[in-house]
């Protein structure tokens, strides 16, 4: 059994958006992780207010889910609520090796958003790297991990989800982030984690401890 939960009208992505100042035509591209519902929810009313904004998911990721409307609804990704003649655009990894992973997406063509393969959780799950700068003329490194980890405490643990159906390959994947974190100065941001935004506001640079 699913869970079904309702969102408001004013927790919509639309509505986020214009809060945060945020025209959705002005939105470059849209980059998913993967389709679950609570990724890819808001994607009927963010394309019908800007319908022209590009979206992505990795090819493995779409192949294995969006050409297979059954898989996705047991997977719970909702296809019924995706728009209409839905097909995003595909990233592969075929740019260069980024720390432990051998090959990665850009985003932009300035190579300063990219996106490396996290599966586990779901077959074809990627997570981004943002190389950002800061007022104070520092650079960070944010690393986006979707639910490739639900929070730092599990990451620290290595604890992979509960609902994967390959906890060694999410393992491997958890494994990756933490090395990338042990190489380079990272602040981690995952989807779940109700610090997220203390992390993102202080600029929290994740401490790894490899097992």
């Known amino acids: 059994m699913f869970a079904r939960t309702k969102i408001q009208p004013e927790d919509g992505i639309v509505t986020q958006l214009y809060r945060l100042g945020v025209e959705p035509k002005e ?45 996705a609804t047991l997977a719970g990704c909702n296809p019924q ?41 779901v077959a074809g799950h990627i997570s981004l790297i943002v190389y950002g700068d800061s007022h104070d003329g520092n650079s960070t490194t944010y690393f986006l991990p979707a639910d490739a980890t639900y929070g730092l405490d599990l990451l620290d643990a290595e604890e992979v989800d509960g609902v994967t159906e390959a906890p060694e390959t999410a393992l491997d994947t958890i494994k990756r982030i933490k090395q990338y974190a042990a190489e380079k100065e990272v602040v981690i941001l995952p989807s779940h984690d109700p610090n997220t935004p203390l992390y993102l506001k202080n600029r929290k640079v994740y401490q790894s401890r490899l097992s």
Request: charged fraction near 20%; avoid cysteine; aromatic fraction near 6%.
């Open 81 to 121: 609520r995706w728009p209409s003649n839905f097909v995003p655009r595909l990233l592969e990894m075929t740019d260069e090796a980024v720390g432990p992973w051998e090959s990665s997406s850009k985003i932009t063509t300035d190579g300063r958003i990219l996106a490396v393969s996290t599966p586990g959780h």
């Open 27 to 71: 939105l470059q591209a849209v980059i998913l992780s993967h389709l679950h519902g609570d990724h890819a929810g808001g994607l009927e009313e963010l394309l019908s207010s800007a319908p022209d904004v590009p979206v992505y998911v990795s090819k493995l990721h779409w192949e294995t889910f969006g050409e297979s409307p059954v898989a």
